[in-house]
């Protein structure tokens, strides 16, 4: 089939592809094979896409399911027990084909089109995004759950699978080796998820809604509003960051929520984040004992304690009592575990970025704690990544939904950012989920939540749906 090889050269993505001899040389579909090598990390900062243009052009593949997998989470609320119909939809973003799922409720849409939610979902993993589902199958129960919510309330639910994630009628999505190249690694897929959510967006009046007997639907872009979770609430900051204040006003969402979202920018998560799922040194007290805090049951501290709440699938965070837990948990301390993340996302961004391919870090050792020394390139170009550091770009009315016991966004950070972005006259406000988890669930183990725990997810699904509406259309 193949029978030449050339690079090939995309919105400053360079890519080793191989090309086929019957399309056009420069057909945006065939730059998707092979090893994927960027020049930069400005063409995906802040201040880059805010600076660039989004389009798409949305087509309805097929019909999908006429039910997503879930009890029906919102039933006690009025108005919401309404069916639905789902479809699969395809996109180009960035030259990539990508697909998208559209729930929509049953019945004749309003006059001004179906209010609905943009759902941004959390972490798939590369080895699992050809096979996702977006969100409506039993292997994604909790995103099944909200997708069921907000279709029986009366909103479409539009979620875009991401480059990678998806396959339709046996053709998967394009760019999985973006999920390679910059996904846990380097840390930084969900610039380029919050680039794929944007185009999609800019193609959602375009959508011919006809194309299916089922039903015939269109949107109200009035009345939309975003919702993510986890890696999605980090894309959907970078979202909001890149159209607020003046820029893309059409793709502005009338209200925002981020559930578990607000992530630190990489350098800063490379040392207060990510060694609490690498070493217990993170997370037990001065005496090696597990407190939930820094100090001991003998008085003494840990000077290297980060949080005192592992992720509850753990099980136990006793060291004790570890089995497979040794594997995971495998570095001796906090400096090792920060080192070892820190080398692995200079790797990649050495690989996979062109400009970076000298960048060098120094680690040094500081008061028992890795002191990273990075390379000035990579301090300049990450510090613009994500939009946790834009507060003044998130004026937008937006909420947070945080758990107290979640390592991987943390209630300070959350704190942080939501005053932030009110002092800088925006409106954010906060709501804590007391002993739930990374998915606003209570844990089965009573380490983590006290028995009679409440879930707060489908307490916050409910919030939400009120919420969204009783929100007045966005002029």
Request: charged content about 20%.
């Amino acid at each position: 089939m193949f029978d030449d090889f050339k690079h090939v050269s995309l919105m400053g993505v360079t890519v080793l592809a191989a090309i086929a001899c019957s399309p056009r040389l420069d057909d945006p579909a065939r730059v998707h094979i092979g090893e994927l090598k960027i020049n930069s990390l400005d063409g995906v900062t802040i201040p880059t896409l805010r600076a660039r243009d989004y389009q798409s052009n949305i087509i309805v593949e097929s019909f999908d399911t006429a039910d997503c997998v879930g009890d029906n989470i919102v039933g006690s609320l009025p108005n919401a027990s309404g069916t639905y119909k789902s479809y699969m939809a395809s996109f180009r973003s960035d030259g990539l084909r990508q697909y998208a799922r559209l729930t929509i409720p049953d019945g004749p849409a309003p006059q001004e089109g179906h209010p609905f939610i943009l759902f941004l979902h959390g972490y798939i993993g590369q080895e699992k995004a050809p096979d996702y589902s977006i969100g409506c199958r039993p292997e994604n129960l909790y995103y099944s759950e909200l997708t069921d919510a907000f279709a029986r309330a009366g909103f479409a639910v539009l979620s875009p699978g991401y480059r990678g994630h998806a396959t339709v009628k046996g053709v998967p999505a394009e760019g999985l080796n973006y999920l390679d190249a910059f996904d846990q690694g380097a840390g930084i897929s969900t610039q380029f998820y919050a680039i794929d959510a944007l185009n999609f967006v800019a193609g959602i009046n375009g959508i011919d809604g006809r194309a299916f007997p089922e039903q015939s639907f269109n949107f109200d872009m009035s009345r939309y509003f975003m919702l993510g979770h986890s890696q999605g609430g980090d894309a959907g900051l970078t979202f909001l960051a890149a159209i607020g204040e003046g820029r893309q006003d059409h793709l502005r969402p009338a209200k925002a929520a981020l559930w578990s979202g607000a992530f630190l920018p990489r350098l800063r998560a490379l040392e207060q984040m990510m060694p609490v799922a690498l070493t217990p040194e993170a997370f037990l007290s001065g005496d090696g004992t597990w407190t939930g805090t820094a100090v001991g049951k003998d008085g003494s501290t840990n000077p290297n304690f980060i949080f005192g709440f592992p992720p509850d699938w753990i099980e136990t965070p006793d060291p004790e009592e570890w089995s497979w837990q040794k594997e995971t948990w495998s570095e001796g301390t906090v400096a090792t575990a920060t080192e070892s993340e820190a080398r692995k996302m200079y790797k990649e961004l050495r690989d996979h970025v062109t400009e970076l391919a000298d960048a060098t870090l120094e680690v040094t050792d500081k008061n028992g704690r890795a002191s990273l020394n990075h390379d000035e390139k990579i301090e300049q170009q990450i510090s613009k990544i994500g939009g946790y550091n834009y507060a003044s770009f998130l004026k937008e009315d937006i909420e947070l939904h945080v758990p107290d016991k979640d390592h991987y966004s943390q209630l300070g950070w959350n704190h942080d950012l939501c005053e932030r972005i009110n002092k800088a006259g925006g409106k954010c406000s906060l709501t804590i989920y007391s002993d739930n988890n990374h998915s606003l669930r209570a844990s089965p183990h009573e380490w983590f939540s006290p028995k009679g725990t409440p879930d707060g997810y489908p307490i916050m699904i409910e919030k939400l749906v009120t919420k969204f509406n009783n929100a007045e259309p966005q002029k």
